[in-house]
T-cell receptor, first 112, second 115 residues
C-alpha cells in the first residue's frame, strides 16, 4: 500500500460545481497535512494546511479525519482558474527529522 | 522578499554524464529540501539539508548527492545519469526562522532531460 494515495482523476466539472478530493495515508502517526496546487509545468504552491477541526479559506475547505486516516479538500463554486493538479502532503516527525510524503496528485479540469 | 531560486531552468545531458543543480533559499532560511518529480509520479523526497548538514535522505541511490554551503544555498549532484533521471527537480524551504515548520515553499524547478 502506498504511504499516501490520491485518485489521479481527472475530475472534469462544470463551472460553479462543488468538487471534493480525498487523500488517504497509511501511517497513523503522521502529524501534519497540507494541500498544494500545481499548475502544468510549474512548481507546487501551498494551498492550505489541514487541521483536525477543519479549516476554510474562501471557497476551499480542508478536513482531516484521523480515525479513517484521510484528508479532504472541498472546492465550492469552481472557477476555470481552479484547473490544476492538487497534491496532498503528509508529514511525519521522527527522530528529529521530518518525513515528507507527497501524493501523486488529483487533476481537476473545470469546464465552461 | 525574493522567493526560492533555482538554476538552471533546463538542463540537457546524456547518459553517463553528471548534472549539477543549484538552489538558493529565501534569505535567512537555513533548510533546503530537494525533490524529484518524474513524469507520472508524485514528488519524491530526495535530500534535506539544514545548517550545512544532510539531515535526511530519501530512497535514492548514492549517485544522488548534494551539499549545502555556508550561505545556505545548495547543490544537487547526479552522477552517472540514467534516462529515468529525467524529471523536474524542485527545492523547497520552510519559512525563515522556523526550520521545524512543515510548510514548504518551492522554487521554480530545474527540468533535467537525459538523452
Amino acid at each position: 500500500r502506498k504511504e499516501v494515495e490520491q485518485d489521479p482523476g481527472p475530475f472534469n466539472v462544470p463551472e460553479g460545481a462543488t468538487v471534493a478530493f480525498n487523500c488517504t495515508y497509511s501511517n497513523s502517526a503522521s502529524q501534519s497535512f497540507f494541500w498544494y496546487r500545481q499548475d502544468c509545468r510549474k512548481e507546487p504552491k501551498l494551498l492550505m494546511s489541514v487541521y483536525s477541526s477543519g479549516n476554510e479559506d474562501g471557497r476551499f475547505t480542508a478536513q482531516l479525519n484521523r480515525a479513517s486516516q484521510y484528508i479532504s479538500l472541498l472546492i465550492r463554486d469552481s472557477k476555470l482558474s481552479d484547473s490544476a493538479t492538487y497534491l496532498c502532503v503528509v508529514i511525519l516527525h521522527s527522530g528529529g527529522y521530518q518525513k515528507v510524503t507527497f501524493g501523486t496528485g488529483t487533476k481537476l479540469q473545470v469546464i465552461p | 522578499e525574493a522567493g526560492v531560486t533555482q538554476s538552471p531552468t533546463h538542463l540537457i545531458k546524456t547518459r553517463g554524464q553528471q548534472a549539477t543543480l543549484r538552489c538558493s533559499p529565501i534569505s535567512g532560511h537555513t533548510s533546503v529540501y530537494w525533490y524529484q518529480q518524474a513524469l507520472g509520479l508524485g514528488l519524491q523526497f530526495l535530500l534535506w539539508y539544514d545548517e550545512g548538514e544532510e539531515r535526511n535522505r530519501g530512497n535514492f541511490p548514492p549517485r544522488f548527492s548534494g551539499r549545502q554551503f555556508p550561505n545556505y544555498s545548495s547543490e544537487l549532484n547526479v552522477n552517472a545519469l540514467e534516462l529515468e533521471d529525467s524529471a523536474l527537480y524542485l527545492c523547497a524551504t520552510p519559512p525563515a526562522g522556523r526550520p521545524g515548520t512543515d510548510t514548504q515553499y518551492f522554487g521554480p524547478g530545474t527540468r533535467l532531460t537525459v538523452l
